[in-house]
């Protein structure tokens, strides 16, 4: 992909969020920063980029508000949030595992635990990226990135 089609910026738009743990926004803070040194995202339809990504969730809908580096808007794109509430339910419940194993469990326990939270957040990026297809090319960091963002956004005080 060409150095237009990538996001050049991200924005969360984060309402209803009051108050995240240290570990929640350091990983926010890690994945944007990432996707920010490195994506590839081109939208399907030819506008390309690059693009400024505000990321939010609206009724029930995750959107996906493009704007150019002019802030001439391009496109908005939405996917329901319910495709994404079990995967999300189940990685939230084993990073609690995780964060809980790191404390008192052996190395291998730790391990285990870890790729299946792994195996978990691959799954999300790929529903991600599936849902997006018609719309959107990324690469699969990008959409690991992308679902950490969609993961932070889920969170409520």
């Known amino acids: 992909m060409s150095d237009d089609n990538r996001i050049l910026s991200i924005n969360l738009d984060e309402k209803s969020v009051v ?16 996707l920010l040194e490195d994506n590839e995202f081109a939208l399907c339809n030819g506008e390309s980029g690059p693009y ?7 009724e029930n809908r995750l959107v996906f508000n493009l704007r150019g580096e002019d802030d001439a808007p391009i496109d908005k794109l939405t996917l329901p949030i319910s495709v ?23 190395p291998s326990q730790i391990e285990a635990i870890d790729m299946a939270r792994r195996g978990l957040h691959n799954e999300g990026a790929e ?19 992308l679902f950490t963002l969609v993961c932070v956004l ?4």
């Open 19 to 34: 108050r995240r743990s240290a570990q929640v926004e350091h990983e926010r803070k890690v994945a944007i920063f990432d």
């Open 127 to 145: 529903v991600l990226k599936d849902r997006m297809a018609d719309d959107v090319e990324m690469d699969k960091p990008t959409a690991r990135r």
């Open 84 to 106: 994404f509430r079990r995967i999300v339910k189940d990685y939230f419940m084993i990073c609690d595992s995780y964060f809980e194993a790191i404390k008192t469990k052996t």
């Open 52 to 58: 400024k990504l505000n990321l939010g969730i609206e």
């Open 154 to 157: 889920h969170i409520r005080a």
